[in-house]
């Protein structure tokens, strides 16, 4: 129970740490680079359409720091899912020391395993949400209407010359470097931004829904069939060359005393028969030379 409780803290502050992540402060350089992408994406077309492109590079670059920051979540929960097997094997087999250290050993080795699987569904996943912006959600649309409903309010505090303002969703940022752009420009950016804040909410709970999934689904499989194969493969190894038949083997020292042992036990069978012959001549002859 404390560790799913522990593993569930662990995916809401990652998703937490997802939701907030950006590489530029959007209060201070607010639409900036929602600009910058639509300038690079422009073409011959209807001025009132955004061109997917831009929001697809916007969409990929925010992967991208998704990307950077996997190891921080991977490696920690399968570190922690690592210290609790660990001890829960150890307090099992504590009554068979000899075996404890393979049966470490193979916990190990196979939570590394289950590590590199974990990273390999996040780069999987990852790639898949950098090709395509789809969601069946309907909060996408209710959210990014709801957004897009202060637009004009943002607009006439930027031709009325106010500094700043209050953006639900963003906070206060800050407008005196937009005005160096074209209005019309400034609007596609605005509704780019819009639409890639309500979005950008569905793809952070799609990737961390994903992993809890496959860390859910790893964990059973770990503790239901893996484990014990694993810890099997360990003892017996390769061509029965495992912990369990060194231990069954004899050690040198044992070896060399059974043979002691059984040189001492031949002789006094010899010397058994040589007393059995000289009896049965006594008691046949009366014959009491040798």
């Given at each position: 129970m404390?560790?799913?409780?522990?593993?569930?803290?662990?995916l809401n502050h990652f998703a937490d740490e997802l939701q907030n992540c950006t590489e530029d402060n959007p209060r201070t350089n607010f639409l900036l680079e929602e600009i910058e992408v639509l300038e690079e994406a422009r073409r011959i077309g209807l001025p009132d359409f955004l061109p997917r492109t831009a929001f697809l590079?916007?969409?990929?670059?925010?992967?991208?720091?998704?990307?950077?920051?996997?190891?921080?979540?991977?490696?920690?929960?399968?570190?922690?899912?690592?210290?609790?097997v660990i001890r829960v094997l150890m307090r099992h087999s504590e009554n068979y020391p000899q075996l404890q250290s393979s049966t470490r050993r193979a916990a190990s080795n196979l939570i590394?395993?289950?590590?590199?699987?974990?990273?390999?569904?996040?780069?999987e996943i990852l790639e898949m949400e950098k090709l395509t912006d789809y969601t069946c959600n309907p909060e996408y649309l209710l959210q990014r209407n709801k957004l897009m409903t202060q637009q004009g309010?943002?607009?006439?505090?930027?031709?009325y010359h106010s500094?700043?303002?209050?953006?639900?969703?963003?906070?206060?940022?800050?407008?005196?470097?937009?005005?160096?752009?074209?209005q019309q420009l400034v609007q596609e950016a605005f509704d780019l931004k819009m639409r890639m804040t309500a979005y950008w909410k569905i793809v952070v709970r799609r990737f961390v829904d994903s992993m809890?999934?496959?860390?859910?689904?790893?964990?059973?499989?770990?503790?239901?069939?893996?484990?014990?194969?694993?810890i099997g493969r360990e003892l017996i190894g390769p061509s029965g060359s495992g912990r369990i038949n060194?231990?069954?083997?004899e050690v040198?020292?044992?070896?060399?005393?059974?043979?002691?042992?059984?040189?001492?036990?031949?002789?006094?069978?010899?010397?058994?028969?040589?007393?059995?012959?000289?009896?049965?001549?006594?008691?046949?002859?009366?014959?009491?030379?040798?």
């Open positions: 404390h560790c799913t409780t522990r593993l569930v803290e662990m590079t916007l969409l990929q670059r925010k992967v991208k720091i998704i990307w950077s920051k996997q190891p921080s979540f991977g490696v920690p929960v399968w570190d922690y899912i690592r210290g609790v590394n395993k289950m590590k590199g699987k974990t990273k390999n569904k996040m780069i309010r943002f607009m006439e505090a930027l031709n500094n700043m303002i209050d953006i639900e969703g963003i906070g206060e940022v800050y407008l005196g470097n937009l005005r160096v752009h074209k809890a999934l496959h860390l859910r689904f790893s964990v059973h499989n770990l503790v239901t069939k893996e484990m014990e194969k694993e060194r231990m069954l083997g040198p020292e044992v070896a060399a005393k059974r043979e002691k042992l059984n040189r001492s036990i031949k002789l006094l069978r010899e010397s058994a028969e040589v007393v059995a012959k000289v009896m049965d001549r006594i008691a046949t002859n009366g014959d009491y030379s040798n």
